[in-house]
């Protein structure tokens, strides 16, 4: 099967120009610039007006399987995922059995394969006692390991520090970070409580999960992998602090890094009256400050991956007070359009896009074959019309909890047609049904 698209305008690698490309089965076979004869294929799709890019790859998300499919599948949330043009997903490891052991994490990856729309990859969970699992690990085969240093919602606390030093140390993979400090949280916990009671005010999350618990968390780590030259990622960073921190060790070990979620660079703490449980999330939102510097840091490339942290919960938990609302956000299917909206308020060109939500996680990673528009690189694209709008209603919501932070706004751009692995998954903004994805492999040098 081949398919040709062609008339479009195709951005990738810090450059941009008219022209189209040939996908020959799951690869880019052929890539053309205009003024040319584009050749016949068994399908051509005239992209006139339309911009192609890379498919985007996510480095975090909550997809809920197994244990609370209630909330969300691989099946549904990958879905959403290809109508926002995220081709890959790398899933975090919390769930229900967690996946501390490559039985466990195996059959994700086994449910994966008959049910997910979008490449896949799931983190290994580190545990203060699970060593022999992680140093079992293919690299070749998991994307990372995941710790939660210091403050968990799933369980999967590392703080031994007998387990977190051999965890740095020996790991021959990436070390991937949630990073905030739960003693500082619990005592500020306790404060509000004596102050509000349980009627504690959506706006006081910044207050309870504070700079100074992400700040102190986010030093041991960067300690931890400076001492042992480890590969560390450090997630969904909230504070300018962090990002100080981060750049300051980046110095020394180049293979620590960090990455940025979309809400972070979206909201500051002035909008949780607006928002409420809907922006509730671990860490939490910060101050204008914050969001400011944070949009810098990905500007300026002290942070090259942009991700989600897609978390769903139902709408009936989210409704419920401060202490009973849990943390987390489904964003995966509008994660582009909301770069594309701070693209058109002028903080990010379309090649930091480009960059950010699909080269750099791609390098990050050293995922094999994709991320990049090339020749021999598997098909996984998206088109775009920049010039249309979406207004986010339940209609148009493929989460399977049905609502969305943004629900009665208009966000900028409407994906048009999705590309995983030379398949067309979604055509003219609708899922076509064909699930696509492929485990993702990764590129280890021994």
């Known amino acids: 099967m081949t398919t040709l698209i062609r008339n479009c305008t195709i951005v990738n690698e810090g450059i941009s120009f008219r022209g189209g490309l040939l996908i020959d089965g799951s690869y880019i076979s052929e890539i053309f610039c205009e003024p040319c004869i584009y050749p016949d294929a068994d399908k051509i799709i005239y992209a006139e007006g339309l911009i192609l890019m890379p498919g ?42 967690p996946a501390v052991t490559l039985e466990e994490l195996e059959k994700k990856y086994s449910t994966a394969s008959d049910t997910s729309y979008a490449n896949y990859s799931f983190y290994l969970g580190g545990s203060n006692d699970n060593l022999k699992e992680i140093l079992n690990a293919d690299p070749e085969n998991i994307c990372g390991i995941k710790l939660f240093m210091g403050s968990s919602t799933g369980n999967m606390l590392v703080d031994n520090p007998d387990s977190l030093e051999k965890i740095f140390s020996k790991s021959k993979m990436t070390i991937a970070t949630h990073c905030e400090e739960e003693k500082i949280i619990q005592t500020n916990l306790q404060v509000a409580r004596e102050k509000f009671g349980e009627n504690i005010p ?35 960073i909230s ?22 979620c979309v809400h972070y660079m979206l909201l500051d703490s002035s909008q949780y009256e607006k928002y409420g449980s809907r922006m509730k999330c671990n860490p939490a939102i910060k101050e204008r400050e914050d969001r400011d510097a944070i949009i810098s840091a990905v500007k300026n490339g002290i942070i090259k991956v942009v991700a989600t942290d897609h978390a769903p919960h139902t709408i009936e938990e989210k409704k419920n007070g401060y202490l009973s609302a849990p943390s987390g956000l489904p964003l995966i299917q509008h994660s582009f359009q909301i770069m594309w909206k701070l693209h058109l308020d002028g903080h990010f060109t379309i090649f930091d896009i480009a960059d950010r939500m699909a080269h750099s996680p791609a390098d990050r ?6 991320g990049y528009i090339r020749e021999g690189y598997y098909a996984d694209l998206f088109l775009f019309n920049p010039e249309e709008f979406q207004v986010i209603s339940k ?52």
């Not at 207050?207 to 001492?227: G, M």
């Open 365 to 370: 990673f050293h995922v094999k074959q994709r």
């Open 239 to 260: 504070t300018r602090e962090e990002l100080e921190l981060i750049r300051e060790a980046q110095q020394i070990n180049p293979e620590i890094s960090g990455e940025v």
């Open 56 to 97: 985007l790859i996510d480095d975090q998300v909550h997809f809920r399987e197994p244990g609370n499919c209630v909330k969300g599948t691989i099946e549904s949330e990958s879905k959403a995922a290809i109508l926002g043009g995220v081709t890959s997903f790398m899933e975090m490891p919390n769930t229900n059995p």
């Open 395 to 446: 209609d148009n919501i493929a989460y399977k909890c049905n609502w969305s932070p943004f629900e009665g706004e208009k966000l900028p751009a409407s994906i048009v047609h999705t590309f995983v692995n030379g398949v067309q998954v979604v055509e003219e903004g609708r899922v076509t049904g064909i699930k696509a994805g492929m485990r993702l492999k990764f590129i280890y040098e021994k």
């Open 202 to 236: 959506f706006s006081y999350h910044p207050v309870i999960r504070n700079r100074e618990s992400c700040i102190q968390s986010t030093k041991k780590a960067l300690e931890l992998a400076l001492r042992n030259n480890a590969s560390l990622h450090i997630l969904h």
